[in-house]
Every structure is written in structure tokens, then in C-alpha cells.
């Protein structure tokens, strides 16, 4: 924490940066907050634990023109790589300063773990976590509350980063992609029932789309008023193409970093279907999201020789 | 109305009992979140926290059919929509959330224009409460003027004085469901005021109160640009918010016929002030945000008479980045 708050202050100090995007403490058990830092003596208040469950990448086009650093998981980082492929940010302007991530907590699945009972205080010492409540305490380990999208991580080095404060922990504790090898087990009904109670919970807030780094379009589809695409209702077909051409308009470019199921208010969790995406890209065209930034997007290639018939 | 008395262990049969003129909906666990549920004998119930939905969803609904149509423009036919007029009791309502409720009927039910949809839904409709004895960690209902046993928006309120239940009919139709339990004694009404004094007592409290002038002059002040800025512009605070009642009207429509919808809208989103000309007066997140604090504590108190916020802390809860109100009201009120 120490090491991060000084190269915080020294980059600040030494102007070679704007603005550093961080976290700092939240106002709930367990809970960090985005804070935004201009002034070198204000680093104080910078964190970094497994209650930094924000993207914070997010935010980096907002400042265009600004000289940003941005503290960033191997996710976040990842998505910092895709912006810059997608000429989003400009590379001279952004400092990426990897954190040691050894996964970040699961809200959702703690919550269960507590049978869903209030958490009114808890510390973090390493790997453990103490939790308590009105008249109840318990000491859980980190792993064992892991958000899913940590659970399958696969790269918890920060890519491009221009500062590495300490080791990346903790290697992945699940197969990549066995939820997708889940979901194929299920006959085409069980899974239309499974996404059917996915789409049902959302109350279109959107606030999947406005955590996703990724989805940065000026003008979302959902939005757009003429012609108008999709409807408002809840409707669930309505709901239904809002989700499924948002992960289509995020394959090979989605990195798993779980901001979408972070940020739902409703438990909407739809990163099975992600995770298909994703293991599709790579099995096609041997392509993995965000471990570098040159190159062009996987899905807005296109060869003279590509060996399907339709593509010519 | 004198106070009631109810074994706890008699609930079930009371509700029961309601049950047999009316649908009763109870807050149960389901999928991980405590919700109203329709009730049935044997259902178990959640009564140890608020409903994650707020209670407005009842009432006004993210997405309601208006009216049909049929026909073109020069000549079309409008029919109603068949509504719903099951009876309706809802128990184990949070004093917040009634209130919540009664800030919306100044909105809905204003003599000037009376939405009769929602209308029609409040007078079906009987609330019972259930007073809250231990604030959850983002409560702050007396801050905004709430009070955990609160009565304003209730037909009845229950309190929960340990084997039993105090029971204090509020209204006729309050009356009409309670009106047959035993009276219950002095010491049992002194038993649930202490807890109320007790709950009122760990309530933590932030200066709402001096918001609504103070926000009058601050427009344009330099704070907005520090509250908005990690906002990332989802309306999960605003649809979960008991009091956030803003939405878009649209037309439904396959060639001839067709349905006029409303849907719930946020001020948090950018083309909530689109204009057909393609002009948006509130292009930024600062302005959006600007808009929904000064909404509720600045422009409903002045043209409603409150602030339009009670306190349940669900906006606290959701918020995908922490956005904790309590701590935007403080900010606020420290400014000079």
C-alpha cells in the first residue's frame, strides 16, 4: 500500500502525470470506491486490496487529452490494452500501474456463503478475511469467496504495465472455461431456461453496459430512437437482444473482468455466455483479448485467403 | 385507535384470514434477495430486512401498458387496458416504504392530474407495516424527516415487541383487518415506544435537513464536478429508489394497433433530455447528476412540499462504485 501511494505521490509531485485514477476506501463493509487524484499529498488515501472489484479503465476515455495513470488488476490492464488497439486512448497518455491481484471478492457469492446476513464490519489480513454482524463473526479465506471471474483468471499480471508494484498471487483455482463446457452439457431448452431467468431479473438499468469498459459505443442500440431497434417494456424479448448483441458486440474484445455481474443490482449474471464468446474467438482465429495492444481487433479482419466460402 | 395484540405464532393464521378476501404479498427469500411474494399457508417469511425492489414497483411499474389502439392517425380507436382489481394486502411494509409511497401520491394523485392508473392500484391496495427495531447498516430514515416506526402512508403498523406483535390499526381499512384482535394493555404499547426510542437512538444522523435552501444557491457550484465524477451513469440507484418516479412514454405499435406504454427513465442517462431536434440540454454526467440531488432535495421540497428521499439506503447498497448519498447530504451541508 505504502509503494502505491508513493509512486502515486511521485507522479503526481513530478508532474508527469494529470490525473491517477485509484481506489480508495469505501463506505461499506468491504467495499472500495473509485477516487479520482490530482494532487500528490492526497495519494494518502489510495488502497489496493480484494475489495477492489472496479474496473477502473472505464473511466480513461472521459480524459482524452490528459495524461492519466490508472491503477489497474490484470483484467483492468487488459482492457487498457484493448482501448489503445482500438485507438481509444492515446498510448503516450496513459501509465498503467499494475497492482498484485490476487482476486477480488464476490459480493454475490459471500453473501450466500452468509446465508445473505448483513455485514456490518470486517477487515482484511492477507489471504483471510473476518466478517461479522449482529451477534455473529467469521473468518473466511479469500478463496473460498472469490468473484467467479477470478476464479478463472488467467492473467493476473498486469499486460502493459508501466509500473509493477509486487508478484501477482495466487494462480487460477478453476478451468477457464468450464462453465462454458457446463452449459453444453444442457439440452438447447435448459439453456434457453437458464438465460430466459437471466434476462427476467433485469430491470434495464444498464448499469452492465456503463461499468464495461468495452462498451463505449457514443450511442448504444438500446438507445437509439430512429429507427428504434429494440423497445423499452420489459418485454423479454425486449430484454432478451439488449443482452445478447451486447455480448456479441463484445466478442473477442470482453476480458472476462467481471465489471458487467459487479455492477448488476438485479444478480443478472450472464458470463456464460461471455466465456462461449471468448473460448470461441480463441479456438477460430487463436485469439486472446487485451494481452497486447497491436494489431487489429480479431473480428474486423479480414484475409484473402480465409478458408470459409461465406467470408469471400 | 387503541393498540392490538398479536402472538406471533397467530400470524400465519391472521394472514391466513386476509388471505381470504384478498391476495396478500409478504417479503420472502427467493434467489438470494427478499421480496414481496404472493403469501400462502406455509410460506416462510422474511421479516428481518427491507425488500431489495422498492415497494413503488406495485404501484408504478417499470413498464405499463396506458392504453390500446386501433386505427391510423385520422381515425383511431382508443380502448383501456383490462386492469387488475384483486384486493390487495401487503404485510411486513417498512415505514420508509411508506412513505415513500405517500411522496409518490403527491406526485400521481395531485388533484390537477390524477394518474388513475396508479390510482386505481393505491385504493385496491392496504398496507400493513412492520416498524423497524435495528436500523440496517445504510439507513438513514431520520435524517429525511422518516422515522422507524413511522405511520404516514400505513393502514396498520405492526411492531415486533419480542412473543408478540403491538398492533396499531391506522386507517378504516386498517381497522377492518385488525379491528377483531385482543386490545392489548399499557405496558405493551410502553414496551414498543421504548424500542422505537431505542431504534430512533442508533439511527446515525446527516444534515438533509439544510439541503433544500442551501441547494437553492449552488447551481453552479464547484462541488458537483467532485460528487459526479466516479458516477458511471447506470440508473441502478434510481430503479431501485422508492421515490425516483421519472419515465418515458412510448407507442408499441404493429401497423394498425397498438399499445401506449410508459417505462420507467433516469435522469442518469442522456437521452432522458434528448430533444427531437437532436439538442441535449444535460450533456454531461455533472449536469445528470446535479439533476437527481437537486431533484430530491432541492426542486420536490419546493414544489412538494418534502424531500424526496426516505432513507431505506437502497441507492447506498447498489451503487456499482459506491456512491453512498449519506456521504453526498454530509458534503453538502459542510459546505459554507
Not at chain 2, 440507484?237 to 410508459?262: N, S, W
Amino acid at each position: 500500500m505504502e509503494e502505491l501511494r508513493r509512486v502515486i505521490r511521485e507522479m503526481l509531485a513530478g508532474g508527469k502525470v494529470d490525473l491517477v485514477i485509484a481506489y480508495a476506501k469505501g463506505s461499506l463493509p468491504l467495499r472500495s470506491t473509485p477516487v479520482f487524484i490530482r494532487n500528490a499529498e492526497d495519494a494518502e488515501c489510495a488502497v489496493f486490496d480484494a475489495t477492489c472489484e472496479n474496473n477502473l479503465s472505464t473511466y480513461l476515455p472521459r480524459y482524452a487529452g490528459k495524461r492519466l495513470a490508472v491503477v489497474a488488476k490484470g483484467c483492468d490492464a487488459r482492457s487498457v490494452q484493448e482501448y489503445l488497439r482500438e485507438r481509444q486512448l492515446d498510448p503516450g497518455n496513459v501509465v498503467v500501474i499494475g497492482v498484485p491481484c490476487q482476486g477480488v471478492i464476490g459480493r454475490d457469492r459471500l453473501s450466500r456463503r452468509l446465508s445473505g446476513k448483513e455485514i456490518t464490519g470486517a477487515e482484511m489480513d492477507g489471504d483471510t478475511v473476518r466478517v461479522r454482524g449482529d451477534g455473529w463473526e467469521e473468518t473466511l479465506q479469500l478463496f473460498e469467496v472469490l468473484h467467479p471471474s477470478c476464479e478463472t483468471c488467467e492473467v493476473k499480471e498486469a499486460p502493459g504495465a508501466a509500473i509493477k508494484l509486487g508478484e501477482a498471487a495466487a494462480a487460477q483455482v478453476a478451468e477457464p472455461f468450464a462453465l462454458v463446457d457446463d452449459m453444453e452439457r444442457l439440452t438447447p431448452d435448459e439453456r434457453w431456461a437458464y438465460f430466459t431467468a437471466q434476462f427476467e431479473k433485469c430491470i434495464r438499468c444498464y448499469a452492465c453496459r456503463q461499468a464495461c469498459p468495452g462498451c463505449y459505443c457514443k450511442e448504444c442500440f438500446v438507445d437509439r430512437s430512429a429507427p428504434r431497434w429494440v423497445g423499452g417494456t420489459d418485454d423479454p424479448s425486449d430484454t432478451a437482444i439488449f443482452h445478447i448483441i451486447r455480448a456479441l458486440h463484445l466478442a473477442g474484445r470482453c476480458v472476462d473482468c467481471g465489471a458487467c455481474v459487479k455492477a448488476c443490482p438485479m444478480g443478472v449474471d450472464l458470463r456464460a455466455l461471455n466465456k462461449k464468446l471468448e473460448r470461441d474467438v480463441r479456438e477460430l482465429f487463436g485469439f486472446t483479448a487485451g494481452l497486447e495492444h497491436e494489431g487489429k481487433q480479431v473480428l474486423s479482419t479480414f484475409r484473402a485467403d480465409d478458408p470459409n466460402d461465406f467470408i469471400k | 385507535m387503541a393498540v392490538k395484540i398479536l402472538q406471533k405464532k397467530d400470524l400465519p393464521c391472521l394472514l391466513g384470514k386476509w388471505s381470504q378476501s384478498a391476495r396478500v404479498l409478504a417479503p420472502a427469500r427467493q434467489d438470494e434477495m427478499t421480496n414481496l411474494a404472493p403469501w400462502e399457508p406455509g410460506a416462510e417469511l422474511d421479516l428481518g430486512r427491507n425488500t431489495w425492489k422498492p415497494l413503488k414497483e406495485l404501484f408504478f411499474p417499470r413498464s405499463e401498458r396506458m392504453f390500446a389502439y386501433t386505427g391510423d392517425r385520422m381515425n383511431a380507436e382508443l380502448s383501456p387496458i383490462d386492469q387488475d382489481h384483486e384486493q390487495t394486502v401487503v404485510f411486513g411494509v417498512r415505514p420508509c416504504d411508506a412513505r415513500s409511497l405517500a411522496l409518490l401520491d403527491r406526485v400521481f394523485l395531485d388533484e390537477r392530474f390524477t394518474d388513475d392508473l396508479y390510482k386505481a392500484k393505491r385504493e385496491r391496495t392496504v398496507l400493513v407495516g412492520l416498524g423497524c427495531n435495528k436500523p440496517l447498516r445504510s439507513c438513514f430514515c431520520t435524517s429525511v424527516a422518516g422515522d422507524p416506526h413511522g405511520t404516514e402512508g400505513l393502514d396498520v403498523l405492526f411492531v415486533d415487541t419480542g412473543d408478540e406483535y403491538a398492533v396499531y390499526p391506522l386507517t378504516g381499512r386498517g381497522e377492518a383487518l385488525v379491528g377483531e384482535l385482543p386490545e392489548g394493555s399499557g405496558e405493551v404499547e410502553a414496551r414498543a415506544s421504548a424500542l422505537a426510542d431505542l431504534a430512533r437512538d442508533m439511527m446515525p444522523r446527516y444534515p438533509a435537513e439544510v439541503l433544500p435552501d442551501k441547494l437553492t444557491h449552488m447551481f453552479e457550484h464547484e462541488i458537483w464536478d467532485r460528487i459526479h465524477e466516479k458516477c458511471l451513469g447506470c440508473a441502478a440507484c434510481a430503479y431501485l429508489c422508492p421515490t425516483c418516479h421519472c419515465f418515458d412514454v412510448t407507442d408499441e405499435a404493429k401497423t394498425t394497433e397498438g399499445h401506449r406504454v410508459r417505462n420507467w427513465d433516469s435522469c442518469m442517462f442522456p437521452l432522458f433530455t434528448l430533444h427531437t431536434s437532436g439538442h441535449n440540454p444535460r450533456t454531461s454526467g455533472k449536469q445528470r447528476m446535479r439533476q437527481r440531488i437537486m431533484h430530491k432535495f432541492n426542486y420536490f421540497p419546493v414544489n412538494s412540499g418534502a424531500i424526496a428521499c426516505v432513507g431505506c439506503g437502497r441507492c447506498v447498497e447498489v451503487c456499482p462504485v459506491n456512491t453512498d448519498i449519506r456521504e453526498v447530504i454530509s458534503e453538502i451541508g459542510e459546505v459554507k
